[in-house]
């Protein structure tokens, strides 16, 4: 793609076109998990959908990871942190919460419920970062590129 692409850059929006394979793959799991875990289907296929869960979360947290590191290289070490940091108040949280909804609802559509969640807030994320990211990594440049400025001025 390098290679391929006029000036050697290539976008960072482009990781996140594989991400909507994870994303499905998640939400199939999930789906799955519920209503075979509700319906008592043999063991196995319960580890089959848990596997392809797991694997589609991987492959999201993965390339967000990716993604973030390339739009700000300087502070990716501050990103990933602050990705731990929402990430693990809403694990907290859902511990709290999901033997409740799995009372209430059955395990077969709260999973239902989980899997359209995450395809929904997961793939909208998505489509909207590919929209506006380009546009907002512009403006954090143009201001980056001005406060270096200021202070080379400031320095002389």
Not at 32 to 40: I, N, V
Not at 51 to 72: D, I, K, Q
Not at 86 to 99: F, G, M, S
């Amino acid at each position: 793609m390098v290679k391929a692409s006029p000036d050697g850059k290539v976008q960072s929006e482009l990781r996140l076109a594989d991400q909507i394979w994870g994303v499905l793959l998640c939400s199939a799991g999930n789906l799955m998990y519920g209503w075979f875990a509700q319906r008592t289907i043999h063991p196995a296929s319960v580890l089959v959908a848990t596997s392809c869960a797991g694997f589609g979360m991987t492959w999201v947290f993965v390339t967000s990871t990716s993604y973030l590191t390339e739009c700000v290289p300087k502070q990716a070490a501050s990103v990933f942190a602050l990705g731990g940091l929402l990430r693990n108040p809403a694990a907290a949280l859902a511990a709290v919460i999901i033997e409740p909804l799995i009372a209430r609802m059955g395990l077969g559509w709260c999973f239902t419920g989980l899997a359209v969640m995450d395809f929904i807030f997961v793939g909208g994320s998505v489509i909207l970062l590919n929209l506006k990211s380009p546009g907002w990594r512009e403006k954090r440049d143009a201001a980056l590129a001005a406060e270096e400025a200021k202070k080379s001025v400031t320095k002389v």
